[in-house]
């Protein structure tokens, strides 16, 4: 069973900058990668995502604003979260498929390995 473990939330104001970081417990080139969030009283949403082979999709309320990417040699996965909103302010899970998901549409149902999740809270 993969295992990942997030780090890196925190407190900042508006128009601040976080890096979030999972570390995976298998080589992450195997993988397709993603990043959702969960905000209280409201569903797991996806954020942003990444192929195998390093193609990525956001959702688009974070195009613009959030990068991801990964270090396979690291075996981890970032997301660079700049200019926040108070709106972002969520917990944050990185999540793992091994199978050949539709990846792209940034739904959770089709990740099967997760994290536990860490708190991004943005004052205005």
């Known amino acids: 069973q993969v295992q990942l473990v997030e780090s890196g939330g925190g407190s900042v104001q508006a128009g601040g900058s976080l890096r979030l970081s999972c570390v995976v417990s298998?080589?992450?080139?195997?993988?397709?990668m993603g990043w959702f969030r969960q905000a209280p009283g409201q569903e797991r949403e996806g954020v942003a995502a990444?192929?195998?082979?390093?193609?990525?999709k956001y959702a688009d309320s974070v195009k613009g604003r959030f990068t991801i990417s990964k270090d396979n040699a690291k075996n981890t996965l970032y997301l660079q979260m700049n200019s926040l909103k108070p709106e972002d302010t969520a917990v944050y899970y990185c999540?793992?498929?091994?199978?050949?998901?539709?990846?792209?549409?940034?739904?959770?149902?089709?990740?099967?390995?997760w994290g536990q999740g860490t708190q991004v809270t943005v004052s205005s």
């Open positions: 999540a793992a498929a091994s199978d050949n998901v539709r990846w792209w549409l940034l739904r959770p149902v089709d990740f099967r390995h």
């Open positions: 298998e080589y992450t080139g195997g993988y397709y």
């Open positions: 990444m192929h195998r082979y390093g193609h990525t």
